[in-house]
């Protein structure tokens, strides 16, 4: 399953998401790129959009509706695999997991761990060596690593510029 990574212009991020258009006739239809839902935010000003659980749950009741000037840029489609399809390939060691995401030697992970911010079936210790999933460090770090960034595509939809009167950042649109 393949899904996007949104970030709002306030900074937060939602993962993993599927994005939809809402139709004259209220029907919701998917949208599985970046060009589609670029036109759509064109014609629409809006796109719906709706969370998966760790478990690749959702119901289509739980679209929300954002407003193109609410969204920073998108970033996919990113394959997601939810916990219950996962296979060893799937799963890392803390020192691979930081590798990949960048988060020098692990302890960032470590304590996440300690701090219980992982969900029932990402993580869990085998002996001395506690396994992640891959599912788990994109929740938490980034849906696209560091590392991997280049291989995604992105839109952005606004740039930040730092307006010096209000001492604040203000969203420019792109299109």
Not at 57 to 78: A, E, H, L
Request: aromatic residues 10%.
């Amino acid at each position: 399953m393949e899904l996007f990574q949104i970030y709002t212009i306030r900074g937060s991020r939602l993962w993993p998401a599927a994005i939809y258009q809402q139709e004259q006739t209220g029907e919701l239809t998917q949208l599985h790129s970046l060009e589609e839902i670029k036109q759509t935010l064109i014609a629409n000003e809006e796109i719906g959009v709706c969370e998966y659980s760790s478990l690749g749950d959702f119901t289509i009741d739980d679209v929300m509706f954002y407003k193109k000037g609410m969204i920073g840029s998108i970033v996919g489609p990113v394959p997601f695999t939810p916990i219950n399809q996962m296979t060893l390939d799937h799963v890392l060691s803390i020192k691979e997991a930081a590798e990949i995401w960048k988060l020098s030697d692990g302890n960032i992970i470590r304590k996440a761990i300690d701090r219980g911010n992982f969900e029932k079936g990402e993580v869990r210790k085998s002996g001395s060596t506690w396994l992640i999933s891959y599912a788990g460090m994109q929740r938490m770090y980034e849906a696209v690593p560091e590392t991997k960034e280049e291989d995604f595509p992105r839109l952005r939809v606004h740039k930040m510029e730092f307006n010096f009167e209000k001492g604040k950042m203000k969203p420019i649109p792109l299109f």
